[in-house]
């Protein structure tokens, strides 16, 4: 199984890292939220989202889902943070340079 590394633990992020981590592979979400963090390691959820509760708190009691404010060296890294717009209509895309730059000490060849 992979060892996967989801950046975001929003309404895309948690639900993903959910599901994969259901699924026998070894997630590390990663948000920059101590709250959040804390949240999701005690087996709950900060957002309210239709069956996300019993699917995220599996995910923790397998073991399979910690929750964490740095990236690990990971095989897969999923990258699920806003961009909200700004002023001028465009993405804010500083959500995503963050994410970026916090995974490229992390890359190995190939990645």
Do not use: R, W
Not at 56 to 72: F, I, R, Y
Not at 80 to 104: F, G, H, Q, R, W
């Amino acid at each position: 199984m992979k060892k996967i590394c989801v950046l975001g633990l929003g309404y895309i992020g948690l639900p993903t890292a959910s599901l994969f981590a259901t699924h026998g592979h070894q997630v590390l979400g990663v948000d920059v939220s101590e709250k959040i963090v804390e949240t999701i390691n005690k087996g709950e959820i900060h957002i309210e989202e239709p069956g996300l509760f019993t699917l995220a708190q599996a995910a923790v009691k397998s073991g399979n889902l910690k929750a964490a404010l740095k990236p690990e060296i990971s095989d897969v890294f999923i990258i699920c943070v806003p961009t909200p717009l700004t002023s001028e209509k465009a993405a804010d895309l500083s959500y995503v340079e963050m994410a970026v730059n916090a995974i490229i000490p992390l890359l190995k060849k190939d990645d």
